[in-house]
């Protein structure tokens, strides 16, 4: 009995199990980058959800003029998170409303690095306000 036919069979077993096992390997690729994205999306939610969250509740304080909670609330989450544009804000405009003009200023010109955007609509009439104060109270001395 000749053995080429079973040669041959092995060797198509072989590009068989070849075949599948790059399958597989490209199948479990595929599936670990969905899982990846889906948790991804996730937390990118769940973020966002957490930031919202801070928005609402700094807004209230800053509404019932609970100043120094506010400024714990901003500073907390600037601990985490110091690019935290709304942080930022609500910590400038709680300083500006305590009249700790010098705090506001750094922290209104360190929301002008971090989002320029918001310059000219949401920074610089603060800014300008509070030069105005303090030129005013100046005069006064």
């Known amino acids: 009995m000749s053995t080429e036919p ?11 199990r070849t075949i599948l096992l790059v399958v597989s390997s ?14 991804f999306g996730i937390y990118r939610d769940l973020r966002k959800l957490m930031s919202g969250q801070f928005e ?7 509404n019932e003029n609970k100043l120094s909670e506010l400024k714990a609330l901003s500073l907390e989450r600037l601990n985490e998170h110091p690019n935290h544009e709304y ?9 500006y409303l305590d009249k700790d003009y010098e705090g ?20 610089d009439p603060f800014i300008q306000e ?8 100046g005069l006064n001395k």
């Open 56 to 62: 609402h509740q700094a807004g209230e304080l800053l």
């Open 87 to 95: 942080a930022r804000w609500y910590l400038a405009r709680a300083l």
């Open 104 to 123: 506001a200023i750094r922290e209104f010109s360190e929301l002008k690095r971090i989002c320029p955007s918001w310059n000219s609509e949401h920074i």
């Open 6 to 16: 079973l040669i041959a069979i092995q060797a198509e077993i072989t590009q068989i």
């Open 26 to 39: 490209v199948g479990g690729v595929a599936m670990a980058l969905v899982i990846f994205r889906a948790c």
């Open 130 to 137: 509070i030069e105005k104060r303090q030129h005013m109270a």
